[in-house]
């Protein structure tokens, strides 16, 4: 077999990091499952753009905003997975202030480009529009789930920022595929 995709080590419950084992039922496989879970779902919001250049910004399309997301996510693993297992985070690349403000950047210049929102707003409209809130409600768990193993290992702030961010980054992004597609938001009537 050319590529191993399986070992048949884990078959016991536990990982193998580094010559160090944990239980697969620690929490740091719960956040590093939430991770992946994320940034695979994000996978499938770009397969579901027609084109690169879709629903494209003054200077980045939604294809590249989130490639942007999903390499930031790998950053974000292997933080977490150097904390959990003890290892020094000194040999990665960390997420950092440049990468939020970039988000940050973003979340504004889709707000100048969409109507003011004045009541919560039923996730759904377009395709994407929809697989975006989806999106949304995962990265807010992917948080909690952070927070919580943060307050045992160490996180950088920026990495919880970030998460925060995203969060705030995929709803504009929802808000606004819905928008340039012409989709009507709709607002709860709590009837």
């Not at 039923?122 to 927070?147: K, N």
């Amino acid at each position: 077999m050319k590529t191993n995709f399986y070992t048949g080590r884990g078959d016991g419950g536990k990982s193998l990091f580094g010559g160090k084992r944990l239980p697969k039922s620690s929490q740091l496989f719960d956040v590093l499952g939430d991770l992946d879970e994320l940034n695979s779902w994000l996978g499938f919001c770009r397969s579901g753009l027609c084109k690169k250049n879709d629903f494209k910004l003054k200077k980045v399309s939604l294809d590249d905003i989130l490639i942007f997301i999903e390499e930031s996510m790998f950053m974000l693993q292997a933080e977490v997975a150097s904390s959990g297992f003890g290892y020094s985070v000194k040999n990665f690349k960390r997420l950092d202030g440049e990468k939020i403000k970039y988000m940050e950047d973003l979340i504004v210049e889709i707000d100048d480009m969409i109507p003011p929102i004045r009541s919560f707003v039923i996730p759904g409209g377009s395709d994407i529009g929809a697989r975006l809130d989806f999106g949304r409600a995962i990265s807010r768990r992917v948080e909690r789930s952070l927070i919580k193993f943060s307050e045992k290992k160490k996180i950088s702030g920026e990495s919880v920022a970030f998460m925060n961010r995203l969060s705030s980054l995929l709803f504009a992004l929802a808000r606004y595929v819905n928008y340039k597609a012409g989709i009507k938001e709709t607002n709860p009537q709590y009837r």
